[in-house]
């Protein structure tokens, strides 16, 4: 089993920055694809980024591309998600995910089996 926990969120001007990291205990990350995700009031859970396992490969949501950056240090099972130039409609709640084994990059919920607990980003205007 695999305990993720998000942190960094928090409340941010248009325009400005935040980063997420997401840590994994009880197992490492090991060679598992991590992807973020993120879920508006009332809205479906939207793919953001991922990243894989082995000299690693990302992908992003067109929405996000060139300004959000994800990155991962497997000798400490972090995974991080670096957002600039943030928008109101940002806003949600962030969560990071695992694969169970590596399938290649996924970008549906049901590609992932574990899941953190989310962390807010809320972006004013």
């Known amino acids: 089993q695999v305990q993720l926990v998000e942190s960094g969120g928090g409340l941010v001007q248009a325009g400005g920055s935040l980063r997420l990291s997401c840590a994994a205990s009880?197992?490492?990350?090991?060679?598992?694809?991590v992807g973020w995700f993120r879920q508006a009031p009332g809205k479906g859970r939207e793919f953001v980024a991922t990243?894989?396992?082995?000299?690693?490969?990302?992908y992003y949501a067109d929405s996000v591309k060139g300004r959000f950056t994800i990155s991962r240090d497997n000798a400490k099972s972090l995974v991080d998600l670096q957002m600039n130039s943030l928008r109101p409609e940002d806003t949600a709640v962030y969560y990071c995910?695992?694969?169970?084994?590596?399938?290649?990059?996924?970008?549906?919920?049901?590609?992932?089996?574990?899941w953190g607990q989310g962390t807010q980003v809320t972006v004013s205007s």
């Open positions: 009880g197992r490492t990350f090991g060679n598992r694809n």
């Open positions: 990243t894989t396992w082995n000299s690693p490969n990302t």
């Open positions: 995910a695992a694969q169970r084994l590596p399938i290649g990059i996924g970008t549906r919920p049901n590609d992932y089996a574990y």
